[in-house]
Structures are given as C-alpha cells and as structure tokens.
C-alpha cells in the first residue's frame, strides 16, 4: 500500500470495521486510536487528533509534569500506508504505523518513529543503511485466580514444550506470514511456559515496524486460545527471563559493509569501529534497550543477558555477541546481537539509540578491547578492570542516569524526546521502587 486510496480499497475488500493507527510511546507501550471506514482517507491523509500528554503518560497511566506536554495542544496521528496489514488474529481489523506529525506539519520532536528515520538518514549520509533483526522471547501462561501460571514446565529446546501449544504455535507462524513477517526460527525456551521467534533482517525501519507487529502478533493469537503471553523481562521471580535481542549489521547496497574476510574474526575496520561505539555508550544505551524497572532482574551475571561491559565471539555471556559465521554463506550471516535487551523498550529508540552509538564509534575511529572469551564475570574483579570491563547498570534508575549523562545518546534524541523519555521512565522507577514485588511483576506481565 502506498496511498490512502489503496488502504481504503483494501478496507472494503476485507470488509473491515476499523483500522488502528499504531504507534509506541516512551514507556514501551503499544497505544493507538482507530478509525472506521466514514471518514477513513481523510484521516489517513491529515491524522488523528493526539493531546500531546500522551508522550509525557508513563506505563501505570500516570501522566509527568512534562513542559508543553499537558492539558493544551495536540500533535497528528499521520500513519505510514505503506505498513498497513489486516490483523489476522483479530477478525474485521487492520491496523497502521503513525508518524507523529505537529500542526506546522513537520514531525514532532517527541516522534520516536522520527527520530529512528533521522538515524538511518545518517547513515545514508555515508552511503549505508542497517540491516536490523530481532529474536523475541515471551512466556504463555493461564489466568487462574487473579494469577498468571506457566503453560507447562518443560526442558528447554523440549519438544514437549513445543507440542504443549503447538495449535498457538502453528496460529502465530500463519499470522506471522499473513502480514509478511519472514518467521526464522522458532524453539521452546529455557523457563516454563518460555518460547522463541527469530524474524527476518529488514531496513531498521521497517524491521522496527514488524517488530511491533510481532508482539501485538504473539498476543492476540495467545488471547484468541484464551492464554496470556509476556515479552516482560522478567515474567515470574523464579523463571528464566524474556529478552529481545537486537542483531544487526551495515550494508552498502549489496556489500556487507561488517564483512572482511582477511579481517580479525572476518570482521572489517567499520563493523569493530562500530561495535566500539557501541561499548563506550552501552551503559547509556541500556537506558533505552532495557529501560523497565523489570529489565534488571534479567540483567544479571550468569544468565546469558550481558551483565558486563564487553564483546565476544559467539560469547553468550557478553552483551556484544558476534556470531560465527554459516559455511557458504559468510558475507550474508555477518553481524552482531545485542543481548542487552528486551521488549520492554521502544524499538524505534532502542534501534535508534544503537545507531548513534556505533555512528560515534564510526567517526571517531574507535577500536574495540579484545574479545572476552570466557564468561566476564568468573574473571578476577582485578583482571576486570584492568580490561576495562565494567558492570552494566543494575537498575532502572542507573541506567536511566548514564542515558541522561551520555550527550551523544540525548543529543541525537534531541531535548524534548530525551527529556519527556527520562521523565516517563524515572516515574515509573519511583512508583515500583516504592511498591511490593507482586506489584511490580503483575504490573510488567501484563503490559509488555
């Protein structure tokens, strides 16, 4: 779909009831408003009506003292006909990406969506474009009695866990591939209850988009077999935690600009420049990647999050993995993951906070320490520092602090999405920080 005709075409010919016109705000949360068919291609041309407090509204639904971003103003829901989809899990419902637009028609400073474009234009500056995939993890789990129980208990990579929801499985893959999701890979998981799905590389913006549709994809399919599913980081205190890893790679038309085959690791001087990059702001970043007061119950030593400041080779322990490469294939399977993160965060930030640190790793010709090839945190703490592997944030709040003192991470934000972002977030440390554990795990369980 390119125009607003062709959605209103397809409108009627799926004979749908309304359209979402979808966007992500600052606290990860999915929110959006949704138009019937009267009035439909005037809409898609101007927008959707939007009070601009809703930027400055954390993920409890309470709105932050945000200047400009109260009870006066508005911004337009202008949404991209290019990302329309009929929802396959929801009968009569298609749905949309907005663009947050002001009312001098220019994108709103407070636009993630617009702020990932602007990253990727960079990027394009210097003749390249991100190629960006995610691996979701998510737990099923039964309502019973005001509590959520895991589906089963099974192993990991168990294909009993795989056939105890093989029907929701089976749905999920053919929604997916309804809406030209390019499905991976899919296997049961460590924790009860606890599965994965890889999908297809993509240009960041879009790969960005479907991510979005992936998770709203996992949850209407598990609602439609009366089951709840949770991206949340940390899902259940006990359990193996949920995270979303973020793998990408640089390209210049058809050339894999991470791929060098005389290279250290066959990796090239641009893709260990931007991987330094990347190191230097990780903490920073964090704030974005994993910004939920949940995220740091996940990130912790020994359980293959990324609790250290390092990169490895297929090193599952750092929060920078370069995977080895596939025989036959060794441009094309070049990249590197990001571990520390999860579905908790606004992807749009989250992959547009990974650009600009690896840009600044870029330009300044940054090189990376050597790689860490044991688990970082059965090195000495001597040894450690003298690497200069450092402790990622352990909480929210940490995290939020290095995102707030690292200028080039809020510079590229820009002051008014950096500022609303870290009001949002630093709110919702205070309310959960204050409050029992019950509460914050139901709270994070229900909404990512």
Known sequence: MTTAAEVVRAFDDHDLHLTRFLYCDNGGTIRGK???????AGRIESGIGLTV????????????????????????????????????YAPHLGAMFVDMIGLDGKPAPVCQRSFLKRMCERLAERGLRIEISFENEFSLARAVGGEYEPVDSSLCFSTIGMTAVQDVIDDLVTALDAQAIVLEQYYSELGHGQHEIATGHA???????????TRETIRGVATAHGLVASLAPKPWPGNAGNGCHIHFSL???????????????????????????????????????????????????????????????????????????????????????????DAS??????????????????ERGLEPPEPVQVDPGTLPEAEREARGIRPLPVSQREALDALAADDVLTGAMGGVL??????????????????????EQQGHFEKY
């Open 345 to 362: 965060c606004n992807p749009y930030l989250a992959v547009g906070g990974l650009i600009a640190a690896g840009l600044d790793g870029m």
């Open 418 to 439: 950096a500022g609303s972002y870290l009001a949002v977030r630093r709110s919702e440390w205070e309310s959960y920080s204050s409050s029992d554990a019950a509460f």
């Open 34 to 40: 949704a138009s019937s068919r009267h009035g439909l």
């Open 203 to 213: 240009p960041a913006v879009t790969a960005v988009d479907n991510q979005i549709f």
């Open 53 to 88: 407090a809703m930027q400055a509204m954390n993920s409890l639904d309470q709105l932050q003292p945000v200047p400009d971003m109260g009870p006066v103003g508005e911004v337009r829901l202008v949404p991209d006909p290019a990302t329309f989809r009929v929802l396959p």
């Open 251 to 341: 390209w210049e038309g058809g050339r894999n600009r991470f791929h060098d085959p005389g290279g250290p690791g066959q990796l090239s001087a641009e893709a260990r420049s931007f991987i330094a990059g990347l190191l230097e702001h990780l903490p920073g970043l964090c704030g974005l990647t994993a910004p939920s007061f949940n995220s740091y119950h996940r990130i912790v030593p020994h359980y293959w999050a990324g609790a250290f400041t390092c990169w490895g080779l297929d090193n599952r322990e750092a929060p920078v993995r370069v995977p080895s490469l596939y025989a036959g294939r060794e441009e094309a399977s070049t990249n590197a993951e990001l571990k520390a993160a």
